[in-house]
Each structure stands twice: as structure tokens, then as C-alpha cells.
T-cell receptor, first 112, second 114 residues
Framework: SQTIHQWPATLVQPVGSPLSLECTVEGTSNPNLYWYRQAAGRGLQLLFYSVGIGQISSEVPQNLSASRPQDRQFILSSKKLLLSDSGFYLCAWDLGTGHGYTFGSGTRLTVV | AQKVTQAQTEISVVEKEDVTLDCVYE???????LFWYKQPPSGELVFLIR??????QNEISGRYSWNFQKSTSSFNFTITASQVVDSAVYFC???????????FGKGTMLLVSP
């Protein structure tokens, strides 16, 4: 069966520090991968998505970047965190239109 | 352009009451998919249901039921005899053929008190 792993679960980082969040999927091949952020206001904001290795689409210009070094690995990074980067980050995967996402358990990031 | 509207920001009910969460969508496509997700306080989004645009049959799963009406572009979700464990944020989402991403509504927070 397919599983998605996301870590860490909680992270407190100082302003200006780097960030690396990792997401891996098991039990499937060539998934579409997604990074979402959920701020305190509850809405889900799509940050990046990837349909294949090295293919990254950015939805919102910001202080973050994403990479997909392997088929089932998706990494969210920042060189210097801002206070506004605080939020709940969710990784998700699917196998194409109509399948729906399976989400990871999320990372709660607090930038102090 | 696709859009999903969940007009109810927050709903409070007492346990055992029935509650309906509204979802209205906009799309130009004739083929599309609709979804509901549940986000409990733990944060992880849990898939509840998928419906394609050619299947207007209502679905029931235990205390949950979904009413899909293309004529009004709505995909409403009803919880019968609500329980405290139903307290969560519920998201409705839309996917059009040819687009990799889902469009989510802003969510409805459901609070079920004992």
C-alpha cells in the first residue's frame, strides 16, 4: 500500500535560518507531488507541485523553493526564513487528475 | 476558471444534531471531479469522498451522505446524528481534467459540543 512520510512534525526556527522539509512517498511510482501551506486563517495555499523528477511548478513567488531529486522525494527549502513563513506545511501526492490527494501528516513551522 | 465556495465559515451544533456543509463550485469543463476532505485538530487532511461529474447519484457512508446536484453546481455534505469526533475543518475541492492541482474551498469549521 502507498504511504507518505513527512518530517519533522514540529519545527521552531529563528528568523534568517535555513529550512529543509522532506516528504517521501512509498508504494507507488511517478506520483504528482505537492506542497501546501496553511496559515492560521485555515485556507490551503498551493506552493509548489511536481509532475516528475526535476520538474517544479511554483504557484506563489516567495521565500521558498522546492526540489524533487528522486521520483518519490519532494523537498521544501528556504535559505533565510521570514516570520511570515510560519504555518502548517502539508505534502501531498496523487496519480493524476481525478484521483484526489493523499496528504502527509504535516509540519508545523514557527519562525521566531 | 475553477472556483469552490464554502460560504459557511463555522458551524456549531450539539451532539446528535444533523448538519449540512455547503459547497458550490464553478467550472467550464463538463468533466471534473469533486472531493471532500476532513481536517481534525491533529492537522492531517483525510480524504472522505470523490465524485466525478457524470455520476450524480447521492452517496451514503454510515452517518455521512453527499448530495451532488449539477443543476445548482453544488456538492453538499450531511452528517447525521453528529458526534464530538466530527469536530473538524471540512474542505470541498474541485479538479478539472488536464489540471494537476485541486482547487480547495476555504473550509468550514464544524464544532460539535456534547
Amino acid at each position: 500500500s502507498q504511504t507518505i512520510h513527512q518530517w519533522p512534525a514540529t519545527l521552531v526556527q529563528p528568523v534568517g535560518s535555513p529550512l529543509s522539509l522532506e516528504c517521501t512517498v512509498e508504494g507507488t511510482s511517478n506520483p504528482n507531488l505537492y506542497w501546501y501551506r496553511q496559515a492560521a486563517g485555515r485556507g490551503l495555499q498551493l506552493l509548489f507541485y511536481s509532475v516528475g523528477i526535476g520538474q517544479i511548478s511554483s504557484e506563489v513567488p516567495q521565500n521558498l523553493s522546492a526540489s524533487r531529486p528522486q521520483d518519490r522525494q519532494f523537498i521544501l527549502s528556504s535559505k533565510k526564513l521570514l516570520l511570515s513563513d510560519s504555518g502548517f506545511y502539508l505534502c501531498a501526492w496523487d496519480l493524476g487528475t481525478g484521483h484526489g490527494y493523499t496528504f502527509g501528516s504535516g509540519t508545523r513551522l514557527t519562525v521566531v | 476558471a475553477q472556483k469552490v465556495t464554502q460560504a459557511q465559515t463555522e458551524i456549531s451544533v450539539v451532539e446528535k444534531e444533523d448538519v449540512t456543509l455547503d459547497c458550490v463550485y464553478e467550472t467550464r469543463d463538463t468533466t471534473y471531479y469533486l472531493f471532500w476532505y476532513k481536517q481534525p485538530p491533529s492537522g492531517e487532511l483525510v480524504f472522505l469522498i470523490r465524485r466525478n461529474s457524470f455520476d450524480e447519484q447521492n452517496e451514503i457512508s454510515g452517518r455521512y451522505s453527499w448530495n451532488f446536484q449539477k443543476s445548482t453546481s453544488s456538492f453538499n455534505f450531511t452528517i447525521t446524528a453528529s458526534q464530538v469526533v466530527d469536530s473538524a475543518v471540512y474542505f470541498c475541492a474541485l479538479s478539472e481534467v488536464g489540471y494537476s492541482t485541486l482547487t480547495f474551498g476555504k473550509g468550514t469549521m464544524l464544532l460539535v459540543s456534547p
